[in-house]
């Protein structure tokens, strides 16, 4: 299995412009989650789906941010307009759940992104 | 509220030295802990899981539901420990999906 990919590894763009970024989840899990990663916050939860619904998106900082999960093996998150302060390493984690106990999450390789 | 504490940001031991990266938390019910592990410029790993009891790379950690914590230790030290460690927790026996909380997380330095 070649785990959670997630793409593209690095983004560098500049103020204004839309951001995506992609995970593909291991095959068989069905719960998604996407996380932000920066110095100062450390590890934050962004939004998780659960069988491709949004369970909880309380994490998401503003409107600015969006995440889809169109089916079972592709997740997008979508930064529109992008502003510096988004400049952070995103994580793509997946999970099989319906098992007891609840199965660790596995992580993807992150996307750095830097606005500049 | 849940909540997982790692008060100390940064750790820096000599190699041979023991370690103990202290983790507390707060849950109202009977969580699931872990420690996920992240090397320089990797992936987070997950390292080890209190319900799994077992030692991974010499760590261990035990959860002491009274005291709730779930310190991460290991007795000798070794320059490749050198990372970022994550206590985390989420609901245990939980049938769909639960997310789970992370600390702020702790920098192992390991000092030659």
């Known amino acids: 299995d070649a785990g959670v990919i997630q793409s593209p590894r690095h983004e560098v763009t500049e103020m204004g412009q839309e951001v995506t970024l992609r995970c593909k989840p291991i095959?068989?899990?069905?719960?998604l989650f996407w996380y932000r990663q920066t110095m100062m916050r450390g590890l934050e939860l962004l939004i998780y789906f659960n069988n491709n619904v949004p369970i909880d998106d309380s994490g998401m900082p503003e409107d600015r941010f969006s995440a889809k999960m169109p089916n079972a093996s592709f997740s997008t998150l979508k930064i529109q307009p992008s502003e510096p302060r988004d400049s952070a390493v995103y994580f793509c984690?997946?999970?099989?759940?319906?098992?007891?106990?609840?199965?660790?999450?596995?992580f993807g390789d992150g996307t750095r992104l830097s606005i500049l | 509220a849940q909540r997982v504490t790692q008060p100390e940001k940064l750790l820096s031991v000599f190699k041979g030295a023991p370690v103990e990266l202290k983790c507390n938390y707060s849950y109202s019910g009977s969580p699931e802990l872990f420690w996920y592990v992240q090397y320089s410029r990797q992936r987070l790993q997950l390292l080890l899981r209190?319900?799994s009891r077992e030692s991974i790379k010499g760590f261990t950690a035990d959860l002491n539901k009274g005291e709730t914590s779930f310190h991460l230790k290991k007795p000798f030290a070794q320059e490749e420990d050198s990372a970022m460690y994550y206590c985390?927790?989420?609901?245990?026996?939980?049938?769909?999906?639960?997310?789970?909380?992370f600390g702020s997380g702790t920098r192992l330095s390991i000092r030659p």
């Open positions: 209190h319900i």
């Open positions: 985390a927790l989420s609901r245990a026996g939980y049938s769909s999906a639960s997310k789970i909380i």
């Open positions: 984690a997946s999970s099989r759940s319906g098992g007891v106990p609840p199965i660790a999450q596995h």
């Open positions: 095959s068989g899990h069905n719960s």
